[in-house]
C-alpha cells in the first residue's frame, strides 16, 4: 500500500510538472512568434505612413477597390495616347497603377491582380519617375508585398530610356515610365519552352490592367514594344536573368 500511494504521489507530482513545463514552452513560443511577427512587419515597413521612408523603401498609399469608372467604361474609353500634359501626378495616382499591374489580391497565396500561369508570377516592375508629388526623381522597383517602392538608380532616366526605345517622345514625356521585365526560368522551369508563351500572356494581362486603370484615373498610358532590350537592360542595370518586355509611359491628358 505504501509503494502504491508513493507511486501515485509521484505520479501526480511528474503530471503537474509536465503540465507547468508545457505552459512555459507554449508561453515562450508565443513571446517568440509574436517579437518575429513585430519584426518583420518593422522590416517590410508596415505600419509606416504613405510616402514615408522604411529601410530604404517608400511605402505607398493603400490602393483603392471601387470606383465610379465601370470595367465596361473603362473598355469602351481606352485608347492608347501618346501625348500628356507636363503636370505631376499624385503618389496615390502611382499607387493606383503598380496595385493594377501587380499589385496583391490574395495575402495568403500572394495572388496578384494579373493571372499567371501555375502562379509562378515571373514579371518584375520597374518606375522611372520624372514629375510625382512626393517622390523624388530616379528609377523605383516595385515591391508587391508591401505594397512599396525600392529605389534603385537615384537619377531620372527617362531621355536614355527613350533613346532606347528608338527615341520615342511618349517615353521622355511621360511622368512616369513603367518597365515590365521577367525572368523567363520561374516559368520555363515548370512548363520548358511553352512557358515563354505564358510570360507573355502574363505580362499582356497585366499591362491591360494599366491601361483599364488609366482609364478611371483619367490618366493617358501606351504600351510600347519597339526598343532594344541591350539598351533597356543596361539603361536600368537589370540583372542578366531579367529581361525587358514593355514600357508604358503614363502622363496626365
Not at 507547468?20 to 515597413?45: D, E, N, R, Y
Not at 523603401?57 to 471601387?66: G, M, N, Q, R, S
Not at 482609364?215 to 519597339?226: E, I, M, Q, Y
Amino acid at each position: 500500500m505504501l509503494k502504491i500511494g508513493l507511486y501515485c504521489y509521484l505520479s501526480k507530482k511528474v503530471v503537474i510538472f509536465m503540465n507547468k513545463t508545457k505552459l512555459i514552452i507554449m508561453f515562450v513560443a508565443l513571446i517568440c512568434l509574436g517579437m518575429g511577427g513585430f519584426f518583420m512587419m518593422i522590416g517590410a515597413g508596415y505600419g509606416s505612413e504613405p510616402g514615408k521612408h522604411a529601410n530604404g523603401k517608400i511605402k505607398l498609399p493603400e490602393p483603392k477597390y471601387e470606383s465610379d469608372t465601370s470595367v465596361e467604361k473603362a473598355l469602351l474609353e481606352r485608347r492608347s495616347v501618346r501625348r500628356y500634359k507636363d503636370e505631376p501626378l499624385t503618389l496615390g495616382e502611382v499607387s493606383q497603377l503598380l496595385w493594377a499591374a501587380q499589385g496583391i489580391t490574395g495575402q495568403r497565396w500572394g495572388f496578384k491582380t494579373a493571372p499567371s500561369a501555375g502562379a509562378l508570377y515571373p514579371l518584375e516592375l520597374y518606375v522611372l519617375v520624372g514629375n510625382v508629388d512626393g517622390i523624388a526623381r530616379g528609377v523605383y522597383k516595385y515591391v508587391p508585398r508591401g505594397h512599396e517602392l525600392l529605389k534603385v538608380i537615384d537619377e531620372d532616366l527617362r531621355d536614355s530610356l527613350a533613346v532606347a526605345a528608338l527615341r520615342q517622345s511618349c517615353v521622355r514625356d511621360g511622368a512616369i515610365d513603367l518597365v515590365f521585365t521577367a525572368v523567363y526560368e520561374r516559368t520555363t522551369g515548370k512548363y520548358g519552352d511553352r512557358g515563354i508563351r505564358y510570360v507573355y500572356m502574363e505580362v499582356g494581362h497585366a499591362a491591360e490592367n494599366v491601361c483599364l486603370q488609366a482609364v478611371s484615373l483619367g490618366l493617358g498610358t501606351v504600351v510600347v514594344g519597339a526598343f532594344r532590350d541591350e539598351e533597356v537592360k543596361k539603361v536600368l542595370s537589370l540583372p542578366k536573368e531579367e529581361s525587358p518586355l514593355c514600357i508604358m509611359p503614363i502622363g496626365r491628358i
